[in-house]
């Protein structure tokens, strides 16, 4: 994430005492959707709000725990389709990073459960496609507050799978090769991960391809990424 120091960045208020703030290339978000503002300016700005939202609550997720260990946090950054959470110092504990990194992905589950039981708890099928909705009384009558909450829903289910993937620089990737580093040398757990990760990339860019510009791009920067680690000595391997 050394890459992050370098992108101008705006703070936009404080947490908590933690800086909260957002670079430049959040910019993707809006340009990415660009097409829905002609179409309806509503579901555009919903649609917005309800990434820059839900990676910010994922990180905060991720300060949250780490304070409860005594790891100061130094900021929370929102990206484009990313966030990130700086931690002044490493966790006390590999258990202690894997709870950490486990929070976000967790934080987005909560996020999707409570709006799907303020859309009625409609079905969802292994795909992500939902059945009949059916809100809650006091959301019936608001077309646009139904829509909100579908798509926070939708946003949130996709992030906390995606994030559980075992790839780099994803959370669960960084989860997996702690619990992999447990059994295994370090560095071989390493491996392991990035050789799913260059999978996973390309399968998600291959799927991105018919389906999703920005799953298209996540998907081959994470097939790089992981193709990277790969190339690199085993001894100097240490993410």
């Not at 799907?116 to 608001?142: A, C, K, M, R």
């Not at 799978?161 to 702690?178: K, M, V, W």
Request: hydrophobic share 55%.
């Amino acid at each position: 994430m050394n890459f992050l120091s370098d992108m101008p960045r705006l703070e936009l208020f404080r947490l908590a005492g933690i800086p909260i703030k957002i670079d430049i290339t959040f910019i993707l978000v809006p340009i990415f959707l660009f097409a829905l503002l002609q179409q309806s300016p509503s579901t555009f700005t919903i649609l917005v709000i309800g990434v820059f939202l839900s990676v910010l609550l994922h990180e905060i997720g991720h300060a949250m725990i780490a304070r409860l260990f005594r790891v100061p946090v130094g900021e929370i950054l929102v990206g484009g389709f990313y966030g990130y959470t700086r931690m002044v110092r490493a966790p006390p504990s590999t258990a202690a990073n894997v709870l950490i990194l486990f929070a976000g992905p967790l934080t987005n589950g909560l996020i999707f459960l409570l709006c799907w039981y303020v859309l009625g708890q409609p079905e969802v099928s292994f795909t992500g496609q939902f059945g009949p909705i059916d809100p809650l009384p006091w959301l019936s009558d608001n077309p646009w507050g139904i829509y909100a909450a579908f798509m926070l829903t939708r946003i949130n289910l996709a992030m906390l799978i995606f994030n559980l993937l075992p790839a780099f620089p994803l959370d669960g990737g960084r989860i997996y090769r702690d619990m992999l580093g447990a059994v295994m040398p370090r560095g071989l757990a390493i491996r392991a991960i990035a050789i799913l990760g260059v999978g996973i990339g390309l399968w998600s860019a291959f799927v991105g391809f018919k389906i999703s510009l920005v799953l298209l791009l996540i998907g081959a920067q994470i097939a790089i990424i992981n193709w990277a680690i790969l190339k690199q000595p085993v001894d100097a391997e240490d993410r």
